[in-house]
């Protein structure tokens, strides 16, 4: 059982940024690739970032290309968002997920395997 832990939300400006985190547990995370996801009030839960297990390859919402950035450090078991230039409808509770059975991930959140409790972004006008 893998369990995910983010942290790093909170209330921001439009224009600023936050670092989101994702803490995972287990010695398996470095074959894991891993998702962000947002879900806002009266929404769906909609892709924003995925990473696949060795970093080599991201990918991308059309809504956040160019603002924010997905990395990992598989040495700490971690995964991070970084957002700038934030804006009002970024505004959400941020997911992380991981996949166990696909490297390169999936933009669907149908296929993650686990997912964290969820960390809240605010983005005030």
């Known amino acids: 059982q893998v369990q995910l832990v983010e942290s790093g939300g909170g209330l921001v400006q439009a224009g600023g940024s936050l670092r989101l985190s994702c803490a995972a547990s287990g010695r398996s995370f470095r074959t894991y690739a891993m998702g962000w996801f947002r879900q806002a009030p009266g929404k769906e839960r909609e892709f924003v970032a995925r990473?696949?297990?060795?970093?080599?390859?991201?990918d991308y919402a059309d809504s956040v290309k160019g603002r924010f950035t997905i990395s990992r450090d598989n040495a700490k078991n971690t995964v991070f968002l970084q957002m700038n230039s934030l804006k009002p409808e970024d505004t959400a509770v941020y997911y992380c997920a991981a996949d166990a059975r696909n490297p390169w991930g999936d933009n669907s959140y149908g296929v993650y395997d686990y997912w964290g409790q969820g960390t809240q972004v605010t983005v005030s006008s």
């Open positions: 990473i696949m297990s060795s970093g080599g390859y991201t």
